[in-house]
């Protein structure tokens, strides 16, 4: 911190004045998410392999110091990017019922899951997990955190409204919630559901958590 003071010894000091950082210090934010913004556009054009910070740095439209100003390798970025997902989460949803509650949360995840980004950045990166431990941690905890935040919240307002017992095991209950539509759209790579499937599922899931 600079501090200034007047010369006039007669004169109270004038009050500190913190000098304005310059140079590394600062980092714009908007040029921080358009960087971000473009890791995503970068990993479903070419896949984790082939992504370059030379490619993200020129997608983003600012130069390579930009980006290693921010991380130090791509693999920090992709971490950093795939870390934010589990803070972004799902939309909770309040309908008023359990199955309601499934069926918007089933409507908004099918979406999220067939939009041409997520479809391509998915598989890839779980391929790229099954290599890299670190990929691994950080992509299991973005999608378990923002599933899990989402699942608890629909059990709880269930349990409240009495639709299902309290205590339900929680793990199970994420697995029911949350395994149908991952597997369709990650594990069997399946288009768009058919016609009526997520009012079914729905309706299964909503009493499979009676159940327990």
């Not at 040029?31 to 995503?40: D, G, L, N, P």
Request: charged share 25%; hydrophobic share 45%.
């Amino acid at each position: 911190m600079l501090w200034v003071m007047t010369t006039n010894a007669d004169e109270p000091p004038t009050r500190p004045r913190r000098r304005t950082p310059a140079g590394a210090a600062v980092l714009r934010e908007d040029v921080t998410e358009a960087i971000r913004a473009a890791v995503f556009e970068e990993l479903a054009a070419v896949g984790y392999a082939r992504m370059s910070i030379e490619g993200i740095a020129r997608r983003a439209g600012v130069g390579k110091t930009a980006v290693y100003r921010r991380w130090r390798s791509k693999l920090h970025l992709v971490l950093d990017v795939v870390s934010a997902m589990a803070v972004l989460g799902l939309p909770v949803p309040d309908t008023g019922c359990l199955e309601g509650d499934l069926r918007l949360l089933y409507e908004v995840t099918s979406r999220a899951l067939r939009h041409p980004v997520a479809s391509q950045i998915i598989p890839d990166l779980q391929a790229e997990a099954a290599r890299n431990p670190d990929i691994a941690d950080a992509f299991q905890k973005a999608l378990r955190d923002g599933q899990e935040g989402v699942a608890s919240k629909i059990v709880a307002a269930a349990e409240q409204r009495g639709e299902v017992r309290t205590g339900v095991d929680p793990d199970l209950a994420l697995d029911l919630i949350s395994g149908p539509l991952y597997w369709r759209a990650v594990v069997i790579r399946s288009p768009k559901p058919p016609k009526g499937y997520l009012e079914k599922l729905a309706r299964a899931t909503a009493g499979a958590l009676k159940a327990l």
